[in-house]
């Protein structure tokens, strides 16, 4: 196993022996320390506290005369919610997708109605799972006029289409589609002109991640295959989507999901490969932003920092994890609809003066 990966959160005060950069070590200590002083005493407090899921209330009134009642009280309890019930009903919040109704729409201030995506029409790759998953959502009850995902997955990518579709009522397809593969994206990108119109905007969101694979033993086959599905991925798409918006004559926004790790090196796991595929993605979106703009084609970019996602939801990250929120301000990963008011803000006409931008939304992770 990668040293990388046997790393515990108990190793975390020792990081300091580590290679990294000075700047970011240093910073580190005092968070360390003051969380290791915060653990102890709520360790030693924990074991005291009995978690009550009701608690008991007796209450005394004076009678009317405000005099006292002696020994008459009432007795009642009151329910207790603990974090795991809070947790469930964030959750259950989550599944709940409400589409923007037009008479909503139309008693709307102008500016909510410039930052809604009312009638639109909307490609989202990725759109199966993950972020991708919840920015369609997001989309939808923002007021898309229909929905096109499409993604590599077949069954969650149908599930999830009928999902949305039963939810919202809205018109959804799904496409199953390889990003890498030119060819099915300009055919189903055609399907969706013919099915609801030109799009309006794409979300790409499709990716993959490789971890803790040291760049003196990356296997250049699966080198190539994360640059060709992360960065060509993201061309292709672009490139047919944005033909599209041309042949259309109609302005669009083309969002790109990269990542702020194509700006810093994460740590402590290599991971060279991704973090060049992200930047590659952010200087395509500068590139598109600048070609396209005649076109009235605005490309713009998600930098999400570390998100609680699938993606991240392997064992072997667990340790990692813990280090990872313990160097982000926020002390948190992303949930994961925490872009969703980002991507709607980038698809939606209240960010049409911005193009070719990077945004990172990363919970304060790389202001250390
Ligand atoms: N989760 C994070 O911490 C994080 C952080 C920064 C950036 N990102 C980026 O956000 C995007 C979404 O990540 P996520 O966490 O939702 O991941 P996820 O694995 O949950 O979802 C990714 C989706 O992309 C699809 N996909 C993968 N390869 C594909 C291909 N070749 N063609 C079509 N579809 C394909 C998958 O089937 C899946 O539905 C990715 O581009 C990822 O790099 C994620």
Not at 253 to 260: D, E, G, K, N, Y
Not at 281 to 300: C, D, F, M, P, Y
């Amino acid at each position: 196993m990668n040293a990388a990966v046997r790393l515990t959160a108990r190793a975390v005060p020792r990081m300091g022996s580590l290679t990294r950069p000075a700047i970011a070590r240093n910073a580190m200590r005092p968070i360390i320390a003051q969380r290791a002083a915060f653990s102890v005493t709520s360790r030693a407090l924990k074991s005291e506290v009995i978690k009550e899921t009701e608690v008991p209330v007796t209450v005394y009134s004076p009678d009317h005369k405000g005099v006292a009642s002696g020994n008459q009280a009432g007795h009642f309890n009151i329910p207790v919610k603990n974090g795991a019930a809070e947790a469930a009903a964030a959750e259950e919040e989550l599944e709940i997708v409400t589409p923007l109704e037009d008479k909503v729409y139309d008693q709307l201030p102008r500016t909510m109605q410039k930052m809604s995506v009312h009638g639109k029409v909307i490609i989202i790759t990725g759109g199966a799972r993950g972020l991708g998953n919840h920015m369609a959502r997001a989309c939808a009850e923002a007021g898309a006029k229909a929905i096109a995902i499409f993604d590599a997955n077949q069954d969650l990518g149908d599930e999830s289409a009928a999902e949305l579709h039963q939810k919202t009522g809205l018109p959804v397809s799904f496409f199953k589609v390889d990003v890498r593969d030119g060819n099915a994206i300009n055919a189903a990108v055609q399907n969706v002109v013919d099915l609801y119109g030109p799009p309006d905007v794409l979300v790409n969101s499709a990716g993959i991640a490789d971890s803790n694979i040291k760049a003196e033993t990356y296997d250049s086959a699966m080198f190539r295959r994360l640059i060709d599905i992360n960065l060509t991925g993201s061309f292709l798409m672009s490139q047919s989507v944005g033909r599209a918006m041309m042949a259309a004559g109609k302005p669009g926004s083309i969002i790109l999901v990269a990542s702020m790790s194509g700006s810093i090196v994460n740590y402590p796991q290599e991971q060279s490969c991704y973090n060049a595929s992200k930047a590659g993605v952010i200087q395509l979106g500068k590139s598109l932003g600048a070609e396209w703009a005649k076109h009235g084609i605005r490309v713009n970019c998600i930098s999400p920092g570390y998100m609680d996602t699938a993606l991240n939801k392997v064992p072997a990250l667990d340790a990692q994890k813990k280090i990872w929120k313990s160097l982000t301000p926020q002390d948190r990963l992303g949930n994961v609809d925490d872009l969703n008011g980002l991507c709607v803000f980038l698809a939606s006409d209240a960010s049409g003066f911005m193009t070719g931008a990077n945004v990172i939304i990363d919970g304060g992770y790389t202001l250390y």
